[in-house]
T-cell receptor, first 109, second 117 residues
C-alpha cells in the first residue's frame, strides 16, 4: 500500500535552531517524493521535490531509500518558516499525489 | 504562477440536498484535476482524479455515486455531493497539474468548506 507517515503533528523550535521534519513512506517501487507547504491563510504549494535535489528557502530533503525516508531539514529556522508542512508521494505511474498527515512547524522568536 | 480557484468557499446545506463545488484553472489548461477531502487535523485524502472529457477515477472507498465529478472543459471540474448528510461535512480541496507532463507539482484551490445540517 502507498502510505506517507509524518510522525510529528507539531514541531516547535526557536529562531536559529535546526529543524528536521520527518517523513517516512511505504511504497513497493521507486516513488517521487515532495514537500508541500501551507503558510497561514495561503494555499498549499510545492516547496521542493527530491528529483531536483534543490534547496528552497534554505530547506533540503534527501531521499533515503534504505530507510524509506525523506526528511526535511533546515540548519537555522526563521520565524517565517512557521507553516504546515506536508510530505507527499507520487507513485511510479506519476498520476497522483498521496499526502502525509502534515507537521505544523512553529518557530518562536 | 498557475492559479486555481474554487467556488463556493463555504456552503451550508440541509441534509438530503445536493451541493456543487466548482474548480477552475484561471490561467492555464488543466487536463487533470484532483479532488481531495480533508478532515480536521488530518491529511488530505485523495478522492478522485478528474480527466478532461473522460470519467473520473475514484480512489478505493470513495462512492462515485455520492461524489459526482465532471471535467467538461480544460479549465473546469465540478464536484457534486449528492444527497448530502452531516457526515459529508468536510473541507474539499481541488488541485490541478499544468502542462502535459507529470511533474508532481499541483496547484491548489483555496478549498471549500461544506457543512451539512
Amino acid at each position: 500500500a502507498q502510505r506517507v507517515t509524518q510522525p510529528e503533528k507539531l514541531l516547535s523550535v526557536f529562531k536559529g535552531a535546526p529543524v528536521e521534519l520527518k517523513c517516512n513512506y511505504s511504497y513497493s517501487g521507486s516513488p517521487e517524493l515532495f514537500w508541500y507547504v501551507q503558510y497561514s491563510r495561503q494555499r498549499l504549494q510545492l516547496l521542493l521535490r527530491h528529483i531536483s535535489r534543490e534547496s528552497i528557502k534554505g530547506f533540503t530533503a534527501d531521499l533515503n531509500k534504505g530507510e524509506t525516508s525523506f526528511h526535511l531539514k533546515k540548519p537555522f529556522a526563521q520565524e517565517e518558516d512557521s507553516a504546515m508542512y506536508y510530505c507527499a508521494l507520487s507513485p511510479l505511474t506519476g498520476d497522483k499525489l498521496i499526502f502525509g498527515t502534515g507537521t505544523r512547524l512553529q518557530v518562536f522568536p | 504562477g498557475a492559479v486555481v480557484s474554487q467556488h463556493p468557499s463555504r456552503v451550508i446545506c440541509k441534509s438530503g440536498t445536493s451541493v456543487k463545488i466548482e474548480c477552475r484553472s484561471l490561467d492555464f489548461q488543466a487536463t487533470t484535476m484532483f479532488w481531495y477531502r480533508q478532515f480536521p487535523k488530518q491529511s488530505l485524502m485523495l478522492m478522485a482524479t478528474s480527466n478532461e472529457g473522460s470519467k473520473a477515477t475514484y480512489e478505493q472507498g470513495v462512492e462515485k455515486d455520492k461524489f459526482l465529478i465532471n471535467h467538461a472543459s480544460l479549465t473546469l471540474s465540478t464536484l457534486t455531493v449528492t444527497s448530502a448528510h452531516p457526515e459529508d461535512s468536510s473541507f474539499y480541496i481541488c488541485s490541478a497539474s499544468a502542462g502535459g507532463m507529470w511533474t508532481g507539482e499541483l496547484f491548489f484551490g483555496e478549498g471549500s468548506r461544506l457543512t451539512v445540517l
